[in-house]
T-cell receptor
Framework: GAGVSQSPSNKVTEKGKDVELRCDPI?????LYWYRQSLGQGLEFLIY????????KSGLPSDRFSAERTGGSVSTLTIQRTQQEDSAVYLC???????????FGPGTRLTVT | DAKTTQPPSMDCAEGRAANLPCNHS???????VYWYRQIHSQGPQYIIH???NNETNEMASLIITEDRKSSTLILPHATLRDTAVYYC????????????????FGQGTILTVHP
């Protein structure tokens, strides 16, 4: 597609359940980022991928959070044993070519009840 | 990355120019000024960036002071669809090491364009 896509757009889950969030970056973009944004707050960096490797995982808030990227393309963010404080919009962005502009997806709104 | 300061909110009449200021007094020589915006319920959208020269594209103009300690984003003819939170970010284009390119957004400026 033309832009970054994310799925699902909305996810409601019960506390303690695991969730998987998906990001499809722009084709050919080598760098991929995950952020989250709580209500009324700025972006919080989670993890950065260059190709399939993640040189910067410094933003992952706990070991319940993990992410992988396969084939230098699709990435999945997994949150295990979700907690209410995990409720937020999870955003994915990608960069490619000679540009340093980050192109964002529409986000996944996660609600943990 | 250098810290930025923006007013929390601004209003603008439709069709008029919107001038959004940003202070970045601790900017260093290799850091660029980037502007993004976030329309309600959407992901952030890149607008423009610059180093020291003024820049213009189809969306906006960026005016950077000679000392680079502040800048202004100009939307020349604001429309209702420009209502959004505007973020000014200062960073090196390649942060180096393992922190390549991550963005740190502050609170931004809520721009409301009214009829």
């Amino acid at each position: 597609g033309a832009g970054v896509s994310q799925s699902p757009s909305n996810k409601v889950t019960e506390k303690g359940k695991d969730v998987e969030l998906r990001c499809d970056p722009i084709s050919g973009h080598t760098a991929l980022y995950w952020y989250r944004q709580s209500l009324g707050q700025g972006l919080e960096f989670l993890i950065y991928f260059q190709g399939n490797s993640a040189p910067d995982k410094s933003g992952l808030p706990s070991d319940r959070f993990s992410a992988e990227r396969t084939g230098g393309s699709v990435s999945t963010l997994t949150i295990q044993r979700t907690q209410q404080e995990d409720s937020a919009v999870y955003l994915c962005a990608s960069i490619g070519g000679s540009s340093y502009e980050q192109y964002f997806g529409p986000g996944t709104r996660l609600t943990v009840t | 990355d250098a810290k930025t300061t923006q007013p929390p909110s601004m209003d603008c009449a439709e069709g008029r120019a919107a001038n959004l200021p940003c202070n970045h007094s601790t900017i260093s020589g290799n850091e660029y000024v980037y502007w993004y915006r976030q329309i309600h319920s959407q992901g952030p959208q890149y607008i423009i960036h610059g180093l020291k020269n003024n820049e213009t594209n189809e969306m906006a103009s960026l005016i950077i002071t000679e000392d680079r300690k502040s800048s202004t984003l100009i939307l020349p003819h604001a429309t209702l669809r420009d209502t959004a939170v505007y973020y000014c970010i200062v960073r090196a284009p390649r942060a180096g090491g393992t922190s390549y390119g991550k963005l740190t957004f502050g609170q931004g400026t809520i721009l409301t364009v009214h009829p």
